[in-house]
């Protein structure tokens, strides 16, 4: 199709600069958590955890679940899903 047009990640620079920018903008949203940590949206109720106070709380909860999601779809869902190899050719 495009043999000889490059794409914009086919160097390894530009990659490495993303994931530079990534690891950039992680940081300064941490720091923005750690010097302005507070939620609007919440109000206090009975269901408030004491957890929700602690540094990066957020951001630790979200990666978990990230890592717990992509872990059940790999060892679980690929047992209800898979096929066989010679599916197709029957």
């Known amino acids: 199709m495009n043999a000889g047009k490059k794409h914009l990640f ?3 620079r530009n ?3 993303l994931i530079g920018i990534l690891f950039v903008l992680s940081a300064l949203l941490l720091a ?3 010097f302005y940590h507070r ?3 919440f109000e206090k109720s009975e ?5 929700e106070e602690w540094f990066g709380f957020y ?3 979200g990666f978990v679940a990230c890592v717990l999601l992509v872990l059940v ?3 679980v869902l690929r047992k209800i899903v898979m096929r066989s190899e010679d ?3 029957r």
Do not use: F
């Open 10 to 12: 086919d160097d390894p």
């Open 15 to 17: 990659v490495r600069r």
């Open 39 to 41: 939620h609007l949206s």
């Open 73 to 75: 779809a790999k060892y």
């Open 87 to 89: 599916y197709y050719e």
């Open 59 to 61: 951001a630790i909860y």
């Open 47 to 51: 269901v408030d955890l004491p957890q």
């Open 32 to 34: 923005v958590d750690y």
